[in-house]
């Protein structure tokens, strides 16, 4: 384990050694999406060894931002509460067709890391931040149970058991 912090720690303790981190983050990221047509990784257990490379991305890049701190210390209102919740309610809306992976890619590689930047410059006052609150303490069970939710839902949908 200490070598492992030795070889892996010293150059991502530095914002060139992350961006390098997330550059290449991004290179594999794009590969496996070009590769397997979508980067929707570890959603179920048949692509579940292509997790890595989702999440390597999304981690380098918010250490990334985190150290670079492109606010310098301003802070945004609860205004951009709403608008980023409207533009992820657009992204959800949104039918790419037969161009999926490049949506998936974009989303992935541009706007979510402009959203978690957004996102960290905000801060929340009175009941928006009681809201956030309960959202960040709730995030975690449904991130857990999400997996299973799913195989459920699509067994009994295959099944079609009567009554679901």
Known sequence: MNAALVVFYRPLASKLGLAIAVFTAALALLTVGLLHGS??????????????????????????????????????????????????????????????????????????PAIVFTASAIECTGMVERLCGVAGEASYAICILHLPAFSLLLAVQKHRVPGF
């Open 39 to 112: 980067i929707a990784a570890a959603a179920f257990l048949s692509n579940f060894a292509l997790g890595p490379f989702r999440v390597a991305f999304s981690f380098f890049a918010g250490v990334l931002l985190q150290r670079l701190d492109l606010t310098h210390g301003r802070r945004l209102s609860n205004i951009w509460v709403l608008i980023l919740a409207m533009g992820l309610a657009a992204l959800l809306d949104f039918d790419p067709g037969p161009y999926k992976i490049l949506y998936q890619l974009g989303c992935a590689l541009l706007l979510i």
